[in-house]
Each structure stands twice: as structure tokens, then as C-alpha cells.
């Protein structure tokens, strides 16, 4: 336990005096990090937050309304008082773009200004639905991996990127799985190659396919989910999500090797907080909650389980 509060006081030292870039900051994760950090280290620098945005003003505006906004904050709004908003506004910088664009969607000056002072990239940018749209979950997954890698090496002082990945990138495999990095073009299936710049092709051309079909859109969202599955299947992922996600390591490693420091972290599913600041706080109804929520409703009067098996579940705790 000693030895854990030493860690943990390390890592709060660590953000002291610097300005972080964050993608996905809407996101359960995402704001759960923001929160964090501006608790236990408010002499963090700046939190930088990419959000999806026509303007710096509608940025401005999704920050207050999906992230600050939120009740987990309520710790942080009771210990600053009439000052939250001073300290919010000094502390968070919103920043209109997405990572499926090159240069995150920034603007050339904007764009220098930022490089120029950020020490920490944490992506968290994802789509995370496991039938995606395969040119979605690809743009955002794949692309957006490759784009902040590109971002990265523009960052004249840049200290650590972190990608958070899932761990079901290793697939439906049994027994120990060791926890190492994707080469480029490595599958799942014995005796496949995979080409990301052939899937992007692919993607391209079954668009072109479909627009020129005149189909309908719900038949194109069909069809490109499809394709989505079909290839996930092919190289032996279980669905687009961990396949894109998958990929998107592939491209940090090939893109970043040994020119920035880079930790891709693989959780699990993510329920709910543990410990602090609102203990089993979550957000909506995801991945294993409906379930947990029918069983304590008694909608669900049998949940089948093999007594035999762990469940691999991850809390957002105070650690």
C-alpha cells in the first residue's frame, strides 16, 4: 500500500507545471481524467481538450455542457467555490478539431501555438461500438492514431504520448496473453498479411461502389458495417472495433518508433468509478451496465455465468 501512495505521488508530481492535449475528454474516460488531474494536481499547466466543434466558442460550450458540467465535478466545485469558474477557465483550454482531420483540424497558427507547449499527449479519441461502420470506426480509430502521430512529432518538447487501447486487441484467445506491441501487418490468423493502406483503398472504393448504386443510406450503413465484420473476421479479430483499434497501434509504432516516448494502456471493459470523487459514479448505459442494472431491477430473473471464469472488469478508481 506504501508503495502505491509513492507511485501515485510521483505521477502528481509529474503533471506539475505541465500542459497536456486531450482527445476524448467527452467520454466517460476521458472527463473522469480531466477531473482527476485538475484535483490532485492544480498546478497542472494546461489541459488542452480537442473536442468536435465548429468554433472555439461551440468548443467552449460542449466543455462546459459535457465535461465540467457534470456531477463528478462537484468535488472540485465545492473545494473552489465562487472561484470554479476562474480556475476552469485558467486551467482548460477548448480546442475545435477532430482527430480523423490532419493536423487534428487546426488550424496553421493555432496549430504552432499549440505544438509549441504541449509536454503530454493522452488520445482517447475512439468510437468504440463493435459493429461500426467500417470507414467510421477506421477514420476515427485508425486514421485518428496515424494523425496524432503526426501531431506528435510536431511538438518541439513533447515528454510522452499515451493511447488508450482496448484489451481486446489480443481477440478470443485462452490462457496467458502477453502483453506486447503489434508489428505492422501482424493478424490474429495464421498465414494473413494485413495492409492498412489496402483497407483504406477498400474502404475508398466500396463507397464509390455504393454511391454509385444510389442506395439507400441504410442500405450503405448496412453494407459498411458488413465490411466492417467481414474484414475484422478475415484477419481474426471478432469485431470492427478491436480490428480498427488493433490497426491504430500498429500505425503508433510504425509511425513513432523511437522518435517519441509512447505507453498504450489495454483496459478492459470500464464500468464505473470506485473509490473517488463519487463512488460508483458512471454515465449512461454501456458495455456490461445494462445487464448489472436489469439483474438489480429483477428484469432479469436468470444471468447465466461460468462459475469457473473470472469477469475482467475495470473500475476508474482513485489510483
Not at 503533471?15 to 477531473?35: A, D, H, N, P, Y
Amino acid at each position: 500500500m506504501i508503495g502505491d501512495e509513492l507511485d501515485s505521488d510521483v505521477v502528481v508530481r509529474y503533471f506539475r507545471g505541465k500542459s497536456i492535449l486531450i482527445t476524448g475528454s467527452t467520454g466517460f474516460l476521458g472527463k473522469v481524467l480531466v477531473e482527476k488531474i485538475l484535483r490532485v494536481q492544480p498546478d497542472v499547466k494546461k489541459l488542452f481538450l480537442l473536442v468536435r466543434a465548429a468554433d472555439d466558442e461551440s468548443a467552449k460550450q460542449r466543455v462546459e455542457t459535457e465535461v465540467t458540467g457534470k456531477e463528478i465535478f462537484q468535488v472540485l466545485k465545492e473545494k473552489h467555490g465562487n472561484g470554479f469558474e476562474g480556475f476552469v477557465q485558467e486551467k482548460i483550454c477548448p480546442l475545435p478539431g477532430d482527430v480523423m482531420h490532419e493536423n487534428l483540424g487546426l488550424g496553421a497558427a493555432k496549430l504552432r501555438q499549440v505544438c509549441k507547449e504541449i509536454d503530454i499527449v493522452v488520445n482517447g479519441a475512439a468510437t468504440t461500438n463493435f459493429y461500426e461502420r467500417y470507414d467510421v470506426a477506421f477514420d476515427t480509430n485508425v486514421m485518428g492514431a496515424k494523425h496524432i502521430c503526426e501531431f506528435a512529432k510536431r511538438c518541439s518538447k513533447l515528454k510522452m504520448l499515451l493511447h488508450v487501447s482496448t484489451a481486446y486487441v489480443a481477440g478470443e484467445q485462452e490462457g496467458v496473453v502477453l502483453e506486447k506491441p503489434f508489428r505492422l501487418g501482424e493478424t490474429l490468423r495464421e498465414g494473413t498479411h494485413l495492409d492498412i493502406e489496402s483497407e483504406l483503398n477498400l474502404i475508398k472504393e466500396t463507397r464509390r461502389e455504393l454511391k454509385a448504386s444510389r442506395c439507400s443510406e441504410k442500405a450503405e450503413r448496412r453494407s459498411m458495417k458488413e465490411l466492417g465484420l467481414k474484414r475484422a473476421r478475415e484477419f481474426g479479430w471478432p469485431n470492427t472495433y478491436v480490428f480498427t483499434k488493433a490497426m491504430g497501434e500498429m500505425l503508433l509504432g510504425a509511425h513513432l518508433r523511437g522518435d517519441v516516448p509512447v505507453v498504450i494502456v489495454r483496459p478492459s471493459i470500464i464500468t464505473s468509478i470506485l473509490k473517488e470523487p463519487l463512488p460508483g459514479w458512471m454515465e449512461g448505459i454501456r458495455t456490461i451496465d445494462s445487464f448489472i442494472i436489469g439483474y438489480a431491477k429483477q428484469a432479469l430473473s436468470i444471468f447465466l455465468v461460468d462459475l469457473d471464469l473470472i469477469m475482467d472488469v475495470t473500475t476508474s478508481s482513485s489510483a
